[in-house]
């Protein structure tokens, strides 16, 4: 590895340093920002309880009829798992307002005066994101288990390898993609609008909570195009379903792509845009 190279690592550690250390550093945002998914999931899950409204009928019971429509037999379970998601949404929607601080607060001017490239400084802002997305759907899950997460059938502990390798693709795409938009803002008013713009209709347009196949034609097609879609439905092929490899491959590749695209463009955007 020659000096350029331990140079750019250098600085993408400590700038990805920096931000985590904003983050675990503030115990009461710490604390927030880490059981916030946990305390949805346990009103939320335990609250709608699907399966109670389902009435049993004749050799069928509400297990059954929630087997079949939702893939598994506990609506907890299924919502469980797209609590993973709305981790995703919420931790890297911040990257972008993270931003328009360091310009405010006089830290963007000095960091673009050292010879770390603009393109490390945007990465360091999705690495952190991405490394903070991790760890709170670890603890979504080590307390869905304690909640009573039912595993799928084939369910095999490596499965939890999967869960961070889409997660990491999905928190790197959508990092980029809030950066990408509020990368020229300098008020932190433009980046709180895209955020209520875009996470809940994101989130709720996706089959984290509800399977898609019940929206309306219209709402289904957007759904096909939501990148949450593909990383939830990977995460419960790998936790709760019976595990169809060809799907996990497709959810894989066009999260992947969406990935790869957007922190292309956040590069693009970062050279052309981020400014003292």
């Known amino acids: 590895m020659n000096g350029n190279s331990k140079s750019k690592l250098h600085g993408l550690w400590a700038l990805t340093n920096r931000e985590l250390k904003k983050w675990y550093k503030a115990p009461v945002v710490f604390f927030l920002t880490t059981f916030q998914p946990v305390i949805w999931m346990g009103l939320l899950g335990k609250s709608m309880n699907i399966g109670a409204l389902i009435p049993d009928i004749p050799g069928m019971d509400s297990g059954t009829i929630l087997q079949q429509t939702i893939g598994t037999s506990d609506y907890f379970s299924f919502m469980a798992v797209g609590m ?7 931790t890297t929607m911040f990257s972008g307002m993270s931003v328009v601080w360091d310009r405010r607060l006089g830290f963007l001017n000095k960091a673009l005066s050292t010879p770390v490239s603009r393109s490390v ?15 709170q759907a670890s603890i979504i899950i080590v307390v869905a288990i304690a909640f009573g997460l039912k595993f799928g059938a084939n369910f095999n502990p490596l499965n ?3 869960v961070f390798a889409i997660m990491f693709l999905v928190c790197v795409g959508l990092s980029s993609l809030f950066i990408s ?3 020229r803002s300098t008020r932190i008013e433009t980046p709180m609008a895209v955020m209520n713009l875009i996470n809940l209709p994101m989130m709720f347009a996706s ?3 509800f399977p898609i196949n019940f ?3 219209w709402l289904q097609t957007i759904a096909k195009f ?3 879609t593909y990383t939830t439905d990977a995460v419960r092929q790998l936790l709760i379903f019976s595990t169809d490899y060809a799907q996990l491959a497709l959810d894989f590749a066009y999260v992947g792509i969406f990935a790869v695209i957007v922190a292309t463009i956040g590069i ?4 052309r845009f981020l400014s003292k």
């Open 181 to 183: 938009i509020t990368i």
């Open 226 to 228: 939501n990148p949450l």
């Open 84 to 90: 993973i998601a709305f981790t995703a949404i919420f």
């Open 268 to 271: 693009v955007l970062s050279w």
């Open 121 to 135: 400084i945007i990465l360091s802002k999705v690495l952190s994101a991405t490394l903070r997305s991790i760890f």
């Open 160 to 162: 939890i390898l999967g």
């Open 207 to 209: 089959n984290a909570f």
């Open 215 to 217: 929206m309306p034609d």
